[in-house]
């Protein structure tokens, strides 16, 4: 049964830690996203990649955020310094994209909820 | 830019009472169109999808039709059940192939 795992499922972190979460798309699929949620703003994007080349990470904080996919197996999201503001599950989904095609499902992972005290 | 607007909630029905949960859009081109649910303590999942004018998506006794004239896309079920309670979500992809969400709609049904 393939799925999207995703690692710490639950992380509490003082604030000015380095926070860093994984994410292992489903084999095959090229295209991995990274989303928040929160109370306040919902489901928001934060970045994508396809064949590992990050696309977009303008919904991204920069300064402190960064995205990275050192292989195919593996999509990491790291924040350093972490802040309060930040505490939000955080979601990861793959999705198999090919040019201009149908669209393909996004199966989402089943999040890390960050906490930063 | 491409936006969703859905119904506020929470929806609280009672078991086999009908439901809807609106949902309409804001986008340029032509979108494909989603509906999420959310059990607790666990990611998305996706219910049904419509890609083009007209179409209908069903699964699990859910429905929801692409409405291009009224750029809607809501949510309906005939009978819900107690295991239906869990958050939606409506969302479209546009071009760049990720997902715009709505605020989510929590379902309550009471049995």
């Known amino acids: 049964d393939a799925r999207v795992t995703q690692t710490p499922r639950h992380k509490v972190t003082e604030m000015g830690q380095e926070v860093t979460m994984r994410c292992q798309p489903i084999?095959?699929?090229?295209?991995v996203f990274w989303y928040r949620q929160t109370m306040m703003q919902g489901l928001e994007l934060l970045a994508y990649f396809r064949n590992r080349a990050p696309l977009d990470d303008s919904g991204m904080p920069k300064d402190r955020f960064s995205a990275e996919m050192p292989d195919a197996t593996l999509a990491t999201l790291k924040i350093q310094p972490s802040e309060p503001r930040d505490s939000a599950v955080y979601f990861c989904?793959?999705?198999?994209?090919?040019?201009?095609?149908?669209?393909?499902?996004?199966?989402f992972g089943p999040g890390t909820r960050l906490t930063v005290l | 830019g491409n936006s969703v607007t859905q119904m506020e909630g929470p929806v609280t029905l009672s078991e086999e009472a009908f439901l809807t949960i609106n949902c309409t859009y804001t986008?340029?081109?032509?979108?494909?169109l989603f509906w999420y649910v959310q059990y607790p303590g666990e990611g998305l999942q996706l219910l049904l999808k419509a890609t083009k004018a007209d179409d209908k998506g069903s699964n699990k006794g859910f429905e929801a039709t692409y409405r291009k004239e009224t750029t809607s896309f809501h949510l309906e079920k005939g009978s819900v059940q107690v295991s239906d309670s869990a958050v939606y979500f409506c969302a479209l992809m546009g071009g760049r192939r990720a997902l715009t969400f709505g605020s989510g709609t929590r379902l309550q049904v009471q049995p």
């Open positions: 084999l095959g699929h090229n295209t």
């Open positions: 989904a793959s999705g198999l994209v090919l040019g201009t095609g149908p669209y393909n499902e996004q199966f």
């Open positions: 986008a340029t081109g032509y979108p494909s």
